[in-house]
């Protein structure tokens, strides 16, 4: 239930919902996600008083050092040929987005 709470209340979430089954609908949903979620956690700190969650660091800080050894490490050039792609190719987006406002506004004063 925490996990569906979680990533049915953030914000983009929502919004996605509300375009789909409106605003009247979605904000009945959050409630009950929310609602349900408070209700269940109060819940299950009654049912489970003197719960204390166990962490093994060791085996965490492990498991962190084996993901490490997978990390490819790019050169400092790598890395701004990457920027400098990404930032092209949103130029270039954004060039066509415009381009088509203008061609929009062009075609509307034709008429």
Do not use: H
């Not at 008083?49 to 498991?63: A, E, G, M």
């Not at 990457?82 to 987006?93: D, E, K, P, T």
């Amino acid at each position: 239930m925490y996990l569906m709470a979680g990533a049915g209340t953030n914000v983009p979430e929502l919004l996605t919902i509300t375009k789909m089954i409106g605003r009247r609908a979605s904000t009945m949903y959050f409630a009950m996600v929310a609602g349900i979620g408070f209700v269940s956690g109060y819940i299950a700190n009654k049912v489970l008083p003197d719960f204390t969650p166990v962490l093994d660091f060791d085996r965490t800080s492990n498991t962190i050092k084996q993901v490490n050894k997978l990390l490819v490490e790019v050169p400092e050039w790598g890395e701004w040929l990457c920027s400098f792609i990404v930032i092209g190719y949103a130029v270039y987006a954004l060039f066509k987005f415009v381009r088509g406002k203008l061609k929009k506004a062009q075609s509307y004063e034709k008429r």
